[in-house]
T-cell receptor, first 112, second 113 residues
Framework: GNSVTQMEGPVTLSEEAFLTINCTYT??????LFWYVQYPGEGLQLLLK?????DKGSNKGFEATYRKETTSFHLEKGSVQVSDSAVYFC???????????FGSGTRLSIRP | EAGVAQSPRYKIIEKRQSVAFWCNPI?????LYWYQQILGQGPKLLIQ????????DSQLPKDRFSAERLKGVDSTLKIQPAKLEDSAVYLC???????????FGPGTRLTVT
């Protein structure tokens, strides 16, 4: 069945460090891929998305590339800020059912 | 544009009591979702509505959970009776027809003691 596996946290980095959060997926067909972010006390917000192979989603300095050959959608940012501290969820959209499947989330903490 | 509204934001009940959550989606969004997010896990879909019809409720524990969206706009999710393992954040989301992006509300944090 369809599933998403993402890097376990927590991840703690210093400000301005490079960030990678790994995400791999298993899916039949061609899903759309997403990264959602959940700031403390808030609901999930869409961070970025990619709808087909080799697409790159980007937002707020974050990027992720849809890699069909490695079934991956790793999240990267070149220089993190304290305000990036949140929980990040990788997700895939199983379009035939309009159903989103989420990974378990990765908690990111950035030290000043 | 107003976002997805949910109430209450927090609820504490004892096991075997009943509880209801309310969601008002973004205006014009035909599809509405309820998710359960247990601490440390990703959200799990409980039920999906298209207008006032149920599209998917395969993961809804129907012996104790129920949901309705009578007029195809706002929705309520009920738990009766609650168990300790129901402690979680209940998230509501909506999307337009044909859209691949879901917009989430702030959630209701339920604690069952």
């Amino acid at each position: 069945g369809n599933s998403v596996t993402q890097m376990e946290g927590p991840v703690t980095l210093s400000e301005e460090a490079f960030l990678t959060i790994n995400c791999t997926y298993t899916a039949t067909g061609y899903p759309s891929l997403f990264w959602y972010v959940q700031y403390p006390g808030e609901g999930l917000q869409l961070l970025l998305k990619a709808t087909k192979a080799d697409d790159k989603g980007s937002n707020k300095g974050f990027e992720a590339t849809y890699r069909k050959e490695t079934t991956s959608f790793h999240l990267e940012k070149g220089s993190v800020q304290v305000s990036d501290s949140a929980v990040y969820f990788c997700a895939l959209l199983w379009s035939s059912a309009s159903k989103i499947i989420f990974g378990s989330g990765t908690r990111l903490s950035i030290r000043p | 544009e107003a976002g997805v509204a949910q109430s209450p934001r927090y609820k504490i009940i004892e096991k075997r009591q009943s509880v209801a959550f309310w969601c008002n989606p973004i205006s014009g969004h035909a599809t509405l979702y309820w998710y359960q997010q247990i601490l440390g896990q990703g959200p799990k879909l409980l039920i999906q509505f298209q207008n006032n019809g149920v599209v998917d409720d395969s993961q809804l524990p129907k012996d104790r959970f129920s949901a309705e969206r009578l007029k195809g706009v706002d929705s309520t999710l009920k738990i009766q009776p609650a168990k300790l393992e129901d402690s979680a954040v209940y998230l509501c989301a909506s999307s337009p027809v044909g859209g691949n992006e879901q917009y989430f509300g702030p959630g209701t944090r339920l604690t069952v003691t």
